[in-house]
């Protein structure tokens, strides 16, 4: 996973959305459709390919209000496969106990998505595992998604058919509560002040049936790497990029808006921004540059298409923009790219045969 590729500008790893794309499958929704308007394809969804995660929350609630599909993240979880989570589970699946993939779930959280985060709290006999959006954007589908992979993941690593005592939700009570409270095997509480699934403290001592202690030092070490090189804490400068980044599709990134989406006035705006030395135009030319690079380099989308995801008024103000940012053609960047990243896709597959062959 490469971590330059990262910026706090409300992108997340398209590995995210591989059991998405199984389960919406399986309802027959246009996943080719959504992938291409996520600016992705199958093949990207394995690779290191990043998306905005302000695009990517808007897709899976759309999709789980298709018929069928009242538990999108609860299905999507059910479809995993070992590896979905990359480096992360790696690190998780080596340890030797489950507090200790716990654990490092909670200090790798952010190299799958630098939007949100993982916590544990152990008081007693209990243990809390909460997930914290910290995001400007919150997608219910999502939250439900990464609780029962959490769990589920847990249950394969341990042999175990492991479950919670209860399983909180912040948001409202859905049409359905049994199939939630069949996925988890607890009772499950809507409405409540935190997302976070509470276990017997001691299911923390639960044995992992495969700890490889020599490869995951490796792990940890190549997963600590890629953390320190991505942000620690999201600032009001990170929290405007995100929202710059939801705001480009409408064409409406400007100071006036953003403000009114941070609930402050124009002036606080602009004075908390020159307080971390940065401008409003440098920050959307940054989410310009990245997404652009991210279009390029991970979808089959036109110039015009790619023009009017990033609110530029035509492919000929986009083309010159480009070649102010980086000295070439948007054409000349997407073939020099291409040629690249399969090179890259190679060393990747190689690597996951490596990890293949460990365990």
Same mark, same amino acid.
């Given at each position: ?16 959305? !591989? ?61 995993? @496969? ?15 106990? *489950? ?10 959280? +952010? ?20 997930? +914290? ?37 912040? +948001? ?31 299911? *923390?001592?639960? #044995?992992?049936?495969? #700890?490889? #202690?020599? *490869? +995951? ?42 403000? !009114?989406?941070?609930? @402050? ?40 298409? @790619? ?22 053609? #948007? ?8 040629? !690249? ?19």
């Amino acid at each position: 996973m490469d971590a330059k590729a990262v910026s706090s500008s409300g992108l997340c790893s398209a590995r995210w959305l !591989r059991p998405f794309v199984q389960a919406m499958g399986e309802r027959s929704v246009d996943v080719e459709g959504e992938l291409r308007g996520l600016g992705l394809d199958r093949v990207r969804l394995t690779t290191d390919a990043w998306v905005s995660q302000a695009r990517v929350a808007e897709t899976l609630e759309r999709a789980s209000q298709s018929p069928g599909f009242g538990t999108l993240g609860l299905r999507a979880a059910e479809c995993l @496969i070992p590896g979905d989570f990359d480096v992360l589970e790696y690190v998780a699946a080596t340890c030797g106990t *489950l507090g200790e993939a716990i654990r490092a779930g909670v200090r790798f959280m +952010h190299l799958m998505d630098p939007g949100s985060a993982l916590s544990l709290q152990v008081s007693g006999d209990t243990a809390t595992l909460c997930y +914290h959006m910290e995001s400007s954007i919150h997608s219910v589908t999502a939250v439900e998604f990464v609780l029962a992979s959490m769990l589920f993941i847990g249950r394969r690593l341990t042999g175990e058919p492991l479950c919670p005592q209860e399983v909180h939700f912040r +948001h409202d009570l859905p049409a359905r509560k049994s199939s939630y409270e069949r996925s988890f095997g607890a009772t499950v509480r809507f409405g409540a002040g935190k997302d976070a699934m509470i276990f017997a403290a001691s299911a *923390l001592d639960m #044995p992992l049936t495969r #700890p490889e #202690p020599v *490869l +995951h030092s490796i792990l940890e070490r190549h997963a600590t790497a890629l953390a320190e090189r991505l942000p620690s804490r999201r600032s009001f400068k990170q929290k405007v990029l995100d929202l710059i980044a939801e705001e480009l599709m409408s064409g409406n990134p400007g100071v006036e808006n953003l403000a !009114r989406r941070l609930e @402050i006035s124009t002036r606080t705006f602009l004075r908390r921004l020159k307080a971390e030395d940065a401008s409003h135009r440098e920050l959307v030319t940054g989410v310009r540059r990245a997404m652009a690079v991210q279009y390029l380099t991970s979808s089959e989308m036109s110039m015009s298409e @790619i023009a009017f995801a990033l609110g530029f008024s035509t492919s000929n103000s986009f083309h010159k923009a480009f070649r102010q940012w980086f000295g070439t053609t #948007p054409v000349a960047y997407r073939r020099d790219e291409g040629e !690249r990243a399969s090179g890259e896709l190679k060393l990747n597959e190689s690597f996951c045969s490596l990890l293949a062959a460990s365990g």
